[in-house]
């Protein structure tokens, strides 16, 4: 496997039938659970369990994509092919912004 759209693909081989009659609503709230768990063990240093949960997020992510009919290859490159959307530079050289406080 060699891409995000060959992973996309296999993801809905799988899964899009029944993430499909699950509904995007639902769907989502998975996915959403999921993130909840990626920033858990963020916030914990759970350095071993950090794979699984970002593979988990990303194919919850990509699950979505396909249930909206986004070819999230394509989008994410059309994006970000070039650089920074913004300054359109690699690394970006925009402006830091400041960080969000934690509350």
Same mark, same amino acid.
Not at 18 to 29: F, Q, V
């Given at each position: 496997?060699?891409? @995000? +759209?060959? !992973?996309?693909?296999? @993801?809905? /081989? =799988?899964?899009?039938? &029944? /993430?499909? *009659? &699950? *509904?995007?609503?639902?769907?989502?709230?998975? !996915? =959403?659970?999921?993130? *909840?768990?990626?920033?858990?063990?963020? &916030?914990?240093?759970?350095?071993?369990?950090?794979?699984?949960? !970002? +593979?988990?997020?990303?194919?919850?992510?990509?699950?979505l994509a396909s249930i909206s009919g986004v070819d999230l290859e394509r989008v994410a490159f059309e994006k970000y092919g070039r650089g920074c959307p913004r300054?359109?530079?690699? #690394? $970006?050289? $925009? #402006?830091? #912004?400041?960080?969000?406080?934690? *509350?």
């Amino acid at each position: 496997m060699s891409g @995000i +759209g060959e !992973f996309q693909k296999l @993801i809905e /081989d =799988i899964y899009l039938e &029944r /993430d499909a *009659g &699950r *509904g995007l609503e639902g769907s989502t709230l998975w !996915f =959403i659970e999921e993130v *909840g768990e990626l920033v858990r063990a963020l &916030r914990r240093d759970e350095r071993e369990n950090l794979e699984e949960e !970002f +593979g988990d997020v990303f194919a919850w992510l990509v699950s979505l994509a396909s249930i909206s009919g986004v070819d999230l290859e394509r989008v994410a490159f059309e994006k970000y092919g070039r650089g920074c959307p913004r300054c359109h530079q690699t #690394p $970006c050289s $925009c #402006p830091v #912004p400041q960080a969000r406080s934690g *509350g």
